[in-house]
């Protein structure tokens, strides 16, 4: 017992020199601490990869006005996959092999970002879903972790928003044919049913699609008195159009990736009294939400953020509280996921980790309803 407490007490000093060495190293040097991000900057997804920037360097101005990562700047390389998940597996590869990167951020969809999730648990380099709501996405390893919301969670908001408070009874899905719709509306459909509602019909459609008026007939002839969007904002808005041009006049409830001010400009009329849940509003008056707010408007000339903004912004914050704990070792960066306790985010307020789901504890969301071209709270009234 002796030589066991002896070869202990050994083994903890040399990990705590270890330790003092790492840190002192990291105080050292002058090198500012990488991040690599898998993300679209062009092809179909472009404006997010773009709305990721805008949080990212918003997060960052105020990261380094605070001092930095104990001294020492905050940076990222962005990659661009478009989304792909073929691209999104040669620039894991390409991070890996990179000494300099601490963590990996994206890709954008659940897809992309699972194709790539073998190769970064495999060479033990945290893979940060921000975007990444698939259910599965989380548990590809334990260096795969997210602040979004999975579909499991969400889609079942959804529909009690659409069965439960609008009263919807017959439903038309219309859900991008991807991974992610495709598991979205199977969440949606389950919750719809246990609140008493019936999908009479549920479409898919690819993401470039622009021609929705056969599947729109088909909605049509179901007779539903309720059409659910499982999209993004581009196509949501598309849909939205070709619908009432197609004389069909029942509500539209739309799942929160749909929420942008882009929603509001490509739908136009269309998307009056649409109604939809989010997890970011920017009339929140939480102090958080209205800091981050005022700050993007001064730095992007007025412009109005958005939940992909939001999102992003929160990303880069987590991962500058991850870091502070972690420094630059990656297994030190994956463990520093479980310690974080409430960091300041715009979506969730105070955030923490669950550890088991490596999510983020807790969510909250917003009932809204597009009225007069802009996004209101709803109020309880029928359109």
Known sequence: MRNISRRS??????????????R???????????????????GPNAQYGAQWKQGFDLALDEIHAAGGINGRKLAYTFEDSQSDPRQSVAIAQKFVSDPKIVMELGDFSSPASMAASPIYQRAGLVQFGFTNSHPDFTKGGDFMWSTSVSQADEQPLLARYAVTHLGLKKLAILHLNTDWGRTSRDHFASAAKEFGAEVVISEGYIPDERDFRSTLVRARDANPDGLILISYYSDGALIARQARQAGLKQKICAASSVYSPKFLELGGEAVEDVHLGTRY???????????????????????????????SYDAMNVAAAVVRIGGTDRRAVRDAFTKVRDVSTVVFGPATFDVASRRVKGAMNTELVIRKGQFTLWDGKPT
């Open 9 to 22: 007490l050994v083994k903890g000093s040399l990990a705590a020199i270890v330790t003092a060495i790492s």
């Open 24 to 42: 002192t190293a990291f105080a050292q040097s002058s090198e500012p601490v990488m991040l690599g991000v898998s993300g679209p900057l062009t």
């Open 281 to 311: 509003f920017p009339n929140d008056p939480r102090p958080e939400v209205q800091k981050f707010v005022s700050g993007f408007k001064a730095k992007y000339n007025g412009q109005e953020p958005d939940a992909f903004n939001a999102y």
